[in-house]
């Protein structure tokens, strides 16, 4: 399980160090912040199957994701009595993200290349990257250490190989050089943050391909356009948590039940109300009863990641269904770790209370930089960043 998540200079997230429990919960403001998180955890999952540099590219590039603000805000400027204004800066410029765990930790720093090296001036490169055992990384912890072009791992005496290995400058070591005869630490971290499974706001509307009819395969895992709806529900039916589905329908819309119908291999999803004659195909649901039913099968997947990140999962939704998607999410978080990024305070009330395993971030706005109020440096989980 993550028990710290890090970021440093992405967007508004100047320098946040987060606790993470089984379950986290994280809310604030329109502008806090909880977006970038969101999207920070993402690139952090991008890096692992060597696509960071491409998702900054679609942002605009590592100069148009970086903390638009000073290195340090002045006396003066916090009592407001000067206005901000720039200043020489006196650390490298970089974006730093990592993660912390019960045995791995990983973190990496992307920093802009050289000026005259490359035409490719807004492609990061790696500056550091390195994996280790523990909270944080200490001599003595670290599996691999990536300077610049070069990675040095762990022999199996556990001193340094004698070898150090190349690599491209863009590159991530946990998709180049994750070999199991080389460092299998490194094949191990990489897959667990490749399962990191994310969902956003699912499609709802009259061509949504959650409310076709198509060929069904077995789906333990919802596809991110719900697109296989009828296919993950059955597979849940048959392969999963049935009691627990049954449960989710009923707590939603009581004495309802879904019903998968399959013909020539085509999967459709109909779904029985108390009162109707007939059951409702998915062309005939509300855009929040189809959304809620997606939530259902991306929470209940019968192959839970090793960790789940929802974005604003009350999209759509009337507030009336928000208990019971507080049930489901708390049923999904005993199989897996969830991170809830939400606005709706329903939601984040109920969640609240769903366990002892559950913390609540309540993210705000300091000078244009996301903070946990009330929290100082000596609040927040031990970190350490390796140094260039």
């Keep these: 399980m993550l028990t710290t998540l890090a970021v440093e200079n992405y967007r508004s997230?100047?320098?946040?160090?987060?606790?993470?429990?089984?379950?986290?919960?994280?809310?604030?403001?329109?502008?806090?912040?909880?977006?970038?998180?969101?999207?920070a955890l993402r690139l952090l999952a991008d890096a692992a199957?060597?696509?960071?540099?491409?998702?900054?590219?679609?942002?605009?590039?590592?100069?148009?994701?970086?903390?638009?603000?000073?290195?340090?805000?002045?006396?003066?400027?916090?009592?407001?009595?000067?206005?901000?204004?720039?200043?020489?800066?006196?650390?490298?410029?970089?974006?730093?993200?990592?993660?912390?765990g019960d045995e791995y930790g990983y973190a990496l720093d992307l920093g802009l290349p050289r000026q005259g090296r490359t035409a490719f001036n807004l492609d990061p490169e790696f500056k550091r990257e390195a994996v280790w055992h523990g909270p944080v990384p200490r001599p003595a912890t670290l599996i691999a250490d990536r300077s610049g072009p070069v990675v040095r791992t762990r022999g199996e005496t556990g001193g340094w190989a004698s070898e150090q290995l190349p690599i491209g400058l863009t590159d991530s070591m946990l998709s180049e050089l994750a070999d199991p005869r080389a460092c299998p630490e490194l094949l191990i971290v990489r897959d667990r943050i490749r399962s990191w499974r994310f969902y956003d706001h699912f499609r709802t509307d009259a061509d949504a391909p959650a409310r076709q009819s198509r060929i069904g395969t077995r789906t333990p895992v919802l596809d991110h356009d719900g697109g296989d709806l009828a296919a993950a529900l059955r597979t849940i039916e048959e392969f999963g948590d049935t009691e627990a589905l049954a449960q989710a329908v009923d707590n939603a819309f009581p004495r309802s039940r879904i019903e998968v119908a399959t013909t020539d291999g085509r999967f459709e999803l109909r779904l029985h109300q108390h009162g109707l004659l007939r059951p409702l195909s998915a062309a005939e649901l509300s855009d929040g009863t189809l959304r809620y039913l997606l939530w259902v099968a991306a929470l209940l997947s019968p192959k839970p990641p090793e960790l789940l990140v929802l974005n604003e999962p009350e999209t759509s939704l009337h507030p009336d269904l928000l208990p019971a998607l507080a049930a489901l999410i708390a049923t999904a978080a005993k199989r897996a770790q969830l991170v809830v990024v939400s606005h709706a305070r329903t939601l984040v009330r109920a969640l609240d209370e769903a366990g002892d395993d559950v913390a609540s971030l309540e993210l705000a706005k300091e000078f244009g930089a996301t903070v946990l109020p009330g929290r100082g440096l000596l609040d927040r989980p031990a970190w350490r960043w390796p140094s260039r």
């Design 13 to 39: 997230l100047r320098d946040l160090v987060l606790p993470l429990s089984r379950l986290t919960v994280v809310t604030g403001p329109n502008g806090s912040g909880k977006s970038s998180l969101y999207r």
């Design 49 to 100: 199957r060597n696509g960071a540099v491409a998702a900054l590219a679609r942002e605009g590039g590592l100069p148009s994701t970086l903390w638009a603000g000073p290195e340090t805000h002045g006396r003066a400027v916090r009592e407001g009595t000067a206005p901000v204004q720039g200043t020489v800066r006196g650390k490298p410029v970089g974006l730093r993200l990592g993660f912390a």
